[in-house]
């Protein structure tokens, strides 16, 4: 039985950080691509950061780009979201997700995944 968890989530005051982990059983990461969406009320699931089987390819979303980053640890089977300079307009539930499609295209789609967690929820606020 494949199962994403994710863990990391919380409030924090805008401007702070927080690490958000994903971590798998029943599948190898490494033979997956993996993401991290996200959805805040009354909008549309987004892709944040999604990252390749081996971690040679990475995705940003624009508004992310340059404050979160997204890694893999393979010894542990888990895929991490470092998200700095947090602004209120990050407040979502978080996502992550496994795709196992080999190409690049639509990496960080959310259609095109296979495997989702249950989300934790990601609060910046004052």
């Known amino acids: 039985q494949v199962q994403l968890v994710e863990s990391g989530g919380g409030l924090v005051q805008p401007g702070g950080s927080l690490r958000l982990s994903c971590a798998a059983s029943?599948?190898?990461?490494?033979?997956?691509?993996i993401g991290w969406f996200r959805q805040a009320p009354g909008k549309e699931r987004e892709g944040v950061s999604c990252?390749?089987?081996?971690?040679?390819?990475?995705y940003y979303a624009s508004s992310v780009k340059g404050r979160f980053t997204i890694s893999r640890d393979s010894a542990k089977n888990t895929v991490y979201l470092q998200m700095n300079s947090l602004k209120p307009e990050d407040t979502a539930v978080y996502f992550c997700?496994?795709?196992?499609?080999?190409?690049?295209?639509?990496?960080?789609?959310?259609?095109?995944?296979?495997?989702w967690g249950q989300g934790t929820q990601v609060t910046v606020s004052s």
């Open positions: 997700a496994a795709r196992m499609a080999r190409s690049l295209v639509n990496i960080c789609t959310p259609s095109s995944q296979n495997y």
């Open positions: 029943g599948l190898g990461l490494d033979d997956y691509t």
């Open positions: 990252i390749s089987r081996r971690g040679g390819t990475t």
